[in-house]
């Protein structure tokens, strides 16, 4: 007998929980990697240029205040976890 043989009776509920529970990035994941990264941007722009470090984090404060705004307002999670 084999082992595949063996554990297909008990494998398929066991699988299919798995396959459930596996983790999957949703939109509130991406705008909390995108917000700090676009500030980042911002500072290593500033820093490396000749603009200012403050102007040149009010521009990178622009596209971040527009994906908070996107992810507050426009799609805002919902779900289990949106309490």
């Not at 820093?47 to 799609?75: N, R």
């Amino acid at each position: 007998m084999t082992r595949s043989s063996q554990h297909d009776d008990t494998d398929g509920p066991v699988v299919e929980f798995v396959r459930e529970r596996r983790p999957t990035v949703a939109d509130a994941d991406l705008v909390l990697l995108v917000l700090p990264t676009l500030l980042v941007v911002g500072w290593a722009a500033g820093v490396v240029s000749s603009a200012s470090l403050p102007a040149a984090l009010a521009v990178a404060m622009v596209p971040a205040l527009a994906t908070l705004g996107y992810a507050l307002f426009y799609d805002p999670p919902s779900g289990a976890y949106a309490n």
